[in-house]
């Protein structure tokens, strides 16, 4: 089957006319151009839901702006001709108001949204192509709703393909590499051959979907959710749904933060966003779990988190809350919090780096609200360094084979720098200009370490490839708004430098 039904095909709406006869206020409004794309109840159809959960960051001008002009190269078009600047505004705050009961997503929806696009007996038995396939990039390209497969040794386009509208970055892959894993905002799952570069299955696991992970047996795929309230298993063969767990606590229902596989442990970890708990799912039935897989383990924390981080052995978990001013570490196998890091402007976790430093291992992290990066002796806990930096920033990497750590200040008017920090004085060493004046962000690495890969994060922008000696330029291909691209051996062997 072609790779277009692996898609979905606009982005905030397609608001195309339906047959609902003209009536007065939004409600009206939206069911006469809206439902017959995004479905009379708002959670999406052929196009993407339109809920505050699934339109993220987006404020009122913004969505006003969408409406009145449309979106270039997808199907939504623009209002400005037949609708009032007063209609768009009412129209733009009404899909932006949450309604007024939560919406509901049951195994049945899911059970009727699976496809398999490409049966196991179709799928070839070795690579299509003679890149290494270790080495290869998913490129997420936000700009058009599009994926790059990238071949990581000549730089070169394997495959493109449509996806998914508002796709999360965090691409996951099977144990061995061959199968690459996909969420969207709007809770829609992928799973995408890399051998023969087709799209193999696709599913609608939730309304609004946090991420995924990957279990380390490659068997199944997590899917935590923040609408509806549920962790769902999935068999990661071709995303057959294999259990729904509502994430039910004594203190209420609870959206999921964040989920990522802890191999070691054999398990999944999870973190509420509403209730202080992190849960552990054994994936095997071990773990002390005598009901077998998919058994529930919780651990009271002092405080919620918004996403965390593992030191290398997965004993400890280090978390931090969106509000708050420190890190939490969590005893895994004790099942308690066993330290406080001094953490202060909302540190992104989930881009923490560690390394190797005079016999201790570090930790280092950047801060969404604050212009430095957090050096942390995982040792005892304490705060090496706090380096200055441009401005905040998001992303943080490094490879095992580089002593240079890469940063950028996205999230500041610096926004088109990235600074080198080196690993080894803790000093910012060099300070590189993508394309002056747009976004830089999020850098990866190929599986030797010899090259980093870093976004211009425009819709008109690109990747921009470097050698990590000499800081040179080698290379540049022009992407849609590349928001995150991922190395199969990076990833899937663990490294120190990348988010996992």
């Known amino acids: 089957m072609h790779p277009r039904v692996f898609l979905a095909t606009a982005a905030l709406a397609m608001l195309l006319p339906g047959a ?9 409004r939206y069911a006469e151009h809206c439902a017959a794309c995004h479905g009379g109840d708002r959670l999406g159809a052929i196009g993407p839901a339109l809920l505050p959960e699934n339109l993220g960051r987006m404020k009122l001008a913004d969505t006003v702006a969408l409406i009145a002009q449309g979106r270039p190269a997808t199907q939504m078009p623009g209002f400005a001709d037949r609708l009032s600047e007063a209609e768009i505004a009412d129209l733009a705050a009404h899909v932006l108001a949450p309604p007024a009961q939560e919406p509901l997503w049951t195994d049945a929806d899911m059970a009727a949204s699976h496809v398999v696009h490409t049966p196991p007996s179709a799928l070839v038995a070795r690579p299509v ?3 290494d396939p270790l080495n290869l990039f998913t490129v997420v390209e936000a700009g058009d709703h599009h994926v790059t497969i990238l071949d990581g040794d000549r730089f070169e386009p394997l495959a493109r393909f449509p996806s998914r509208f508002a796709l999360h970055g965090g691409v996951k892959y099977s144990p061995d590499g061959r199968f690459a894993y996909f969420a969207s905002r709007d809770g829609w799952v992928s799973v995408y051959d890399l051998y023969g570069l087709v799209p193999v299955a696709e599913i609608r696991a939730g309304i609004n979907t946090r991420n995924i992970a990957v279990s ?27 259990k729904t767990i509502p994430i039910m606590t004594p203190k209420g229902s609870a959206r999921v933060s964040a989920v990522y596989a802890a191999p070691p442990r054999k398990s999944f970890i999870l973190a509420l966003k509403d209730v202080p708990e992190i849960w552990e799912i054994a994936t095997d039935g071990a773990a002390g779990a005598p009901e077998g897989p998919f058994a529930v383990r919780r651990i009271a924390l002092d405080e919620p988190l ?61 801060h969404l609200k604050g212009a430095a990066v957090s050096v942390i002796d995982m040792t005892d806990w304490t705060t090496v360094k706090r380096i200055d930096t441009l401005g905040p920033g998001f992303f943080m990497r490094s490879h095992e084979a580089t002593p240079y750590a890469w940063t ?21 060493v060099r300070t590189l ?35 990590t000696a000499s800081f040179e330029e080698v290379k540049r291909l022009p992407m849609r708004k590349p928001v995150g691209k991922y190395n199969v051996f990076n990833k899937t062997r663990y490294s120190e430098g990348t988010s996992h």
């Open 20 to 28: 609902v006869p003209a009536q007065e206020g939004p409600a009206a």
């Open 129 to 131: 192509h003679t890149a």
């Open 216 to 242: 380390a047996d490659g068997r199944f795929v997590a899917v935590g959710n923040t609408l509806p309230r549920t962790l769902v298993l999935l068999d990661a063969r071709d995303l057959t749904p294999l």
């Open 306 to 366: 918004d996403d965390f981080f593992f030191d290398p052995s997965y004993a400890n978990l280090i978390g931090a809350s969106r509000d708050g001013g420190k890190g939490q570490v969590v005893d895994l196998t004790a099942g308690r919090k066993i330290a406080e890091v001094n953490l202060p402007g909302m540190p992104h976790l989930g881009s923490g780096i560690s390394w190797m430093l005079d016999g201790r291992r570090m930790m280092a992290t950047p």
């Open 408 to 428: 950028d200040a996205s999230l500041s008017p610096r926004r088109d720098t990235i600074e080198i920090l080196d690993k080894r004085t803790l000093e910012i």
């Open 433 to 467: 200009t993508p394309w002056p004046g747009k976004t830089a962000s999020h850098v990866e690495f190929t599986r030797d370490g010899r090259h980093a890969l870093v976004s211009v994060w425009e819709d008109d922008g690109a990747l921009v490839v470097y050698d």
